[in-house]
Every structure is written in C-alpha cells, then in structure tokens.
C-alpha cells in the first residue's frame, strides 16, 4: 500500500515536473520568436525600410538597411559647411552671418594654412556671438586640416564636416540636406527664401552636376597617380605626379562636375558609412587623383543603385567663367549683379573680400544692415541685429517670411523638376 502512495506520488511529481519544463521550453520558444522579430523592427527603427527584412538575404550586405529614417518636418533643416584659408577670416564670418538661421547647423573651417592666431580668432568670435550662444548651431572644427584644391583634401574635409554636423544632434534637430561652400561664396536669396522654397520638394534629392563625359580629363587627371602632400604634410605644398600612369577603372564608372553641391542627409550617411563598400572604395581610388572634389561624390552617387535615380543635375550656383575657362572662376562684381539675381540661383562665387558687390547684395537682396543677421521669421529686431541678442522664438523656427528669393527658387527648382527628361537623364549624360 505505502509502494503504491509512493508510485502515485512520484509520478505526480514528474508530471508536475514534465509540465514545468513544457512552460519553460515554451516560454524560451516565444522569447526567441519575439527576440527575433523584434530585431528587424529595431533596425527599421534604425535604418528604415521593414518590408526589406521580409526576405531572406545571400549575402550581408543586403541586410543592411540603406539609410536613415527620420521623421521629417515641414520645414526643412539644412547643415553648411564654411570653409576658408589663410586671410579668410573676415570673409568667413560675414558668410556665416549672411547664411545664418537658427533652423540650420553650420560648421565653419580655416584650414592649416591659416595662422593660430586666426583661427583661435575665429573660434572666440562665434563663442562670443550671442546669437549662436543662444541657439547652439554653429560649430568650429576645433582640428584643422590641410586643404589643397587640386588633391583628395578638401573631400576629406569635407567628409570631416559632414560627420561633425551628423554628431550628437538630437532626433528632432536632424537636417536634411548639406551644402558645401567656402568664405567667398555669398547667398543670393534669404535663408527663408531658399526653406520656404525647399519645404515642398522630396527631401532625398540631390543637387550635384554631373556628367559621365569626363573628355579631356581621362588623360589629364584619371590616369595620372599624384600624390598630396596635404595627407601627411602640416605644410600646404603642390602636388606631386607619379611617372606611372594608371588604366580607367572598370569596376565603377566615372563622373565629373562641379565641386560645390547640395546632398540629402541618407547619401552623406552613405559616403560616411559606406556599407557596400563602394564610398571607401571609390575615395582610395580618388586620393590620387587631380582635383579630386570634382569627381568623388559624382562618381560614388552614380554608381550606387539606391540613389543614382535622386540626382538633380544642377549646384545651385552662379559662376563666371574665363573663355576659354581657367581652373578658378573670376571674381564677380557689380557689373555682374543683374545676371546673379536672373539666375533664380541661392549662391555665387566667387567674390573678393569686401567687394562693393557684397554691400549691394546685402543691402537690395537680404536686407541685411554691416554685421548683422538677415532679417526673417526668426527675429523681430529690425536693423542691426549683431550688437544685441534678437528676441529669437526657439519653439517656433519654422515662421519664415519669404520674399521674391523664394520665387525666384521655385521657379529654377520647378523648371529642373518638371522637364520632360528629369526622370530618364540621370547619371546617363
């Protein structure tokens, strides 16, 4: 009788047992299924697109999600890089001042050529600034770095700029497009001409001339090996050629254009992740290669299936150049105002330090008063707004009071847009 309670007892227990570890196995099951499916929402939380996760990939890199996913605003936001050399001091912070809206983010670069003195001056004025203290937009890349035109040093600078402005930027300030330019560029419309302009166009477009028809520059600059000293040197010297030539590449097609251009926030991510590879790629190949600026982001974009099809074959631009053309443009004066201005473009270059043309610009275009802000949605102060802090509104940046700018950009943005071969031209010229 006391064998029989006991069998009962321990078969009991086993049951009791056999079914906890059917919870447990259970449980485990269900926390892996969860685990599992939770990841890809995490990463499109991260890296946007969820479906791309429905399929079972070959090879890692397809399960990479392309770019970031943010949500975007009305009003967009956009991130400047100034750059300038030695002596640009002054030219750089009257850009600054000129492009300055607290919507945006800046970082402003005088490179090694400049002396100490000159950048520790630079650095000083936008802490002292009481505008930019307030709002907090306006870096100083604090690491100066070599800059040469002619070699693969301003695109690293570049690239520099760009990974300071992605950092430690939160969610609802993240911009959406990125403009290069340098002290001698001067915009030709206000800040809230060129938002009000941009609010209603697709934010992944990219503004980047281009062309597949590089001519010349095969021979000239594509088999060519040079070196630039500018990559290990902390003095700025001309570059060197190496006797060897090397043949075109076949892995990636290349393309050239202007050095100067507005890139969507998802392809500079691209360029700085590089996560096929392709942007690493293509920047070895191009530290070697003659005025690099004018090829790396053109070729990268072209050859990458996710936005070859964004490309807007324009950099918004207004330059004069020598016939036939030099390597630099000439410098723009008042007698070339009237043709700035019928552009329908936001920017020019290049102008001379404090050419009267600036002071016409300023004073018919911006409505800006000597050393001052733009006046705009953003601040209520009238005249001279750089002695004293404007009463700036930081919860509603997104009032703007376009003027005739805006039109003016609608209507080239408009005429690129809408031609009848925008959709079939891209990369393909």
């Not at 293509?282 to 600026?293: E, G, I, Q, R």
């Amino acid at each position: 009788m006391e064998t029989s309670k006991l069998k009962l007892l321990l078969q009991k227990k086993k049951h009791k047992w056999l079914l906890l570890l059917i919870l447990f196995s259970t449980i485990l099951l269900l926390t892996s299924i969860t685990a599992f499916s939770s990841t890809p929402q995490l990463l499109y939380k991260l890296h946007g697109n969820r479906n791309h996760f429905h399929q079972v990939p070959r090879f890692v890199e397809s399960k990479l999600e392309k770019s970031l996913s943010f949500p975007t605003h009305k009003t967009p936001r956009l991130a400047y890089l100034i750059s300038g050399s030695a002596g640009d001091g002054v030219s750089l912070k009257r850009a600054l001042k000129a492009l300055y809206h607290p919507r945006n983010q800046y970082a402003v670069h005088l490179d090694l050529e400049a002396t100490v003195e000159e950048r520790l001056e630079l650095a000083r004025w936008v802490r002292e600034e009481k505008v930019f203290e307030e709002v907090g937009n306006v870096r100083v890349v604090v690491r100066s770095n070599l800059v040469t035109y002619r070699g693969p040093t301003m695109v690293s600078n570049t690239l520099h700029a760009a990974a300071i402005l992605l950092k430690d930027i939160i969610d609802g300030e993240y911009w959406d497009w990125f403009i290069n330019l340098s002290a001698s560029d001067y915009p030709l419309m206000t800040q809230d001409d060129i938002l009000h302009a941009l609010s209603d166009i697709p934010r992944n477009l990219n503004f980047i001339e281009h062309t597949s028809d590089i001519g010349w520059k095969e021979d000239q600059r594509a088999r060519p090996v040079i070196i630039d000293p500018g990559l290990y040197s902390l003095q700025k010297s001309e570059v060197f050629w190496i006797p060897e030539k090397r043949s075109v590449p076949t892995a990636y097609k290349l393309f050239t254009g202007s050095a100067w251009m507005m890139l969507s926030r998802s392809f500079v991510e691209y360029c700085l992740w590089g996560w096929d590879n392709l942007p690493r790629n293509v920047l070895m190949y191009y530290a070697n290669f003659l005025s690099s600026p004018e090829g790396y982001f053109h070729t990268v974009i072209c050859n990458a299936d996710e936005f070859r099809n964004t490309t807007v074959n324009h950099d918004l631009h207004f330059i004069a150049w020598d016939n036939p053309p030099k390597q630099h443009p000439h410098f723009l004066t008042v007698d070339d105002y009237q043709s700035m201005v019928d552009s329908n473009v936001p920017f020019a270059r290049k102008f001379g330090k404090n050419d009267p043309v600036l002071d016409k610009i300023d004073s018919s275009i911006l409505g800006r008063s000597a050393d001052g802000f733009v006046p705009g949605g953003w601040f209520t102060n009238e005249g001279n707004a750089s002695t004293a802090l404007p009463h700036i509104d930081l919860k509603n940046t997104t009032e703007l009071k376009p003027g005739p700018g805006a039109r003016r950009l609608k209507r080239l943005i408009s005429s690129l847009l809408l031609a009848d071969d925008f959709h079939t031209t891209h990369c393909t010229k």
